[in-house]
DNA sequence: GAGTTGTACAAACATCTAGTTGTGTGTAAC
DNA sequence: GTTACACACAACTAGATGTTTGTACAACTC
């Protein structure tokens, strides 16, 4: 359903796979050819192109041309996008001392008469 | 529906929809019924009570009991696993001042005797 | 007890995902 | 030119996800 994904969206589901974290986890220790990414795992040269793809899409990681490999390289500023609805959310909710007040609220609605 | 996802892919996998993100923002100002959470979206009851089940198995919200329905409460600490994960491997990145050295030594790796 | 409301479960279906094997292609090295 | 390497594309599989319609059920209202 979901043919053209908004940046957020991207981000986050390249995110929610620990193959492609450890990925991310192992460019942060430099640039890595996808034969190289390949190593560490259990899984074919294909399944980390393709995870590597994702990642490419997503504008976590991009890619340059060295001789007749194509090495990637992270793109950190990438995160922002992340971290940033994050933590907004995060401060949003974290300022509602009045959770107290808010369930009461709750209730109020849900019964205006108060005769509970 | 099985898999036994890690919690980090769970979380972050929950946050990849836009849906389940405007309900998280929705549930910012106070406790909603799956009913209400249904209204703004053209979408039915039981699609939206799907993506509740998905925001609960990754602890993003709770449920609680008022009469006979079951208002969705926001569970906000919950946003620290990936708040934590991302702010890490932010600094991490950041911390890479050497990124001129890092780019030389790939292609040292590369081409040992700088015959290039 | 009958009707209404809030919610969940079930089956069906289309689409997406993460992997596989097998094959093709561009670059470099001899 | 042949050989070797790094990588991508294609076709396929199994399982997950997103959505629908239809139904069931529990709790309140009358």
Redesign the interface.
């Known amino acids: 359903m979901?043919v053209v994904q908004?940046e957020?969206?991207?981000v986050?589901?390249a995110?929610?796979?620990?193959t492609r974290?450890a990925i991310?986890?192992r460019l942060?220790d430099?640039?890595a050819t996808v034969n190289e990414l390949t190593e560490p795992f259990a899984l074919t040269q294909q399944a980390i192109s393709k995870h590597v793809q994702v990642l490419e899409r997503a504008d976590l990681i991009s890619r340059t041309r060295?001789?007749s490999?194509r090495?990637c390289v992270?793109e950190?500023e990438r995160?922002?996008a992340?971290?940033g609805?994050?933590?907004r959310?995060?401060e949003?909710?974290?300022d509602?001392h009045d959770r107290l007040e808010?369930?009461l609220?709750?209730?109020r609605r849900?019964d205006p008469k108060g005769t509970r």
Chains 1, 2 share one sequence.
């Open positions: 979901t908004d957020l969206s991207s986050f589901s995110l929610a796979d620990p974290r991310l986890e942060a430099g640039d060295v001789g490999s090495p992270l950190a995160l922002d992340a971290a609805w994050i933590e959310h995060r949003l909710w974290a509602r808010q369930h609220e709750t209730l849900r």
